[in-house]
């Protein structure tokens, strides 16, 4: 009974309680006017204690996640996968950000803007210190917990993909619909290799390539011609 009650607890958290969160921060104007080194500790923090709480539930409750999710891959699927899947995802992000500098696409969300790294210090901070950790906690609440636990539950991997990326991309509200439109498609994306060989190597990898790309060089090129008062940081 206990074992059953925490599944439902984490897995409601993950589906609903994290777009919930996503949704709150999107509309607090405080967030927007916090230093950008404390917005990264305060992601990278809330996503680590997260993670060990879902460690904690994993290993009461679905141990094997622990078990196939970071065996051993070889080389050559991990590189190929990671690298394949995050120059996909890269060539699909540049398109979107030619489109929506020229007005086709919607603009990004103000606070997608706030949080493109600007000084040294923070392009470092983004690059090692928050994209690994989104890669390796983001990877393993979704695509490890979440995909792993609703499979057991709907007995049908094809309803746990679709809920599972359907959940990666409400957590990102924050982005506006087209992020988590986005975030959704990329999610459905990094789960094929974790359903194909039951690990979250490739998954991380691809993740921590994009999340670095986007923080070091797309990020920044999007930003530029962008004022304070059109990222919402006008008085």
């Not at 777009?19 to 950008?36: G, H």
Request: glycine share 8%; charged share 15%.
């Amino acid at each position: 009974m206990l074992r059953t009650f925490a599944a439902i607890v984490f897995t409601l958290l993950l589906v609903a309680g994290l777009p919930a969160l996503s949704y709150t921060t999107a509309r607090n104007e405080n967030i927007r006017k916090m230093p950008r080194l404390n917005l990264y500790l305060s992601a990278v923090l809330s996503q680590w204690l997260l993670t060990l709480a879902a460690l904690g539930v994993v290993f009461v409750v679905l141990p094997k996640v622990i078990v196939t999710g970071f065996a051993a891959l070889p080389i050559h699927p991990l590189g190929e996968w990671g690298a394949g899947i995050a120059a996909a995802s890269l060539a699909g992000l540049s398109i979107v950000a030619w489109c929506e500098k020229h007005g086709w696409l919607p603009r990004e969300s103000d606070l997608l803007y706030r949080l493109i790294p600007e000084t040294a210090q923070e392009k470092l901070w983004a690059v090692f210190i928050v994209a690994p950790t989104a890669a390796f906690c983001e990877e393993f609440l979704f695509r490890g917990y979440l995909l792993a636990q609703l499979n057991d539950w709907c007995h049908s991997l094809v309803w746990a993909w679709v809920v599972c990326s359907a959940a990666f991309g409400l957590a990102h509200f924050y982005q506006g619909w087209s992020g988590m439109t986005r975030a959704g498609l990329l999610g459905a994306l990094l789960a094929y290799p974790v359903v194909r060989w039951g690990s979250l190597y490739p998954a991380m990898l691809a993740h921590w390539m994009i999340d670095a790309a986007a923080f070091a060089w797309l990020g920044p090129w999007m930003r530029r011609g962008v004022t304070a008062d059109e990222e919402g940081l006008g008085e």
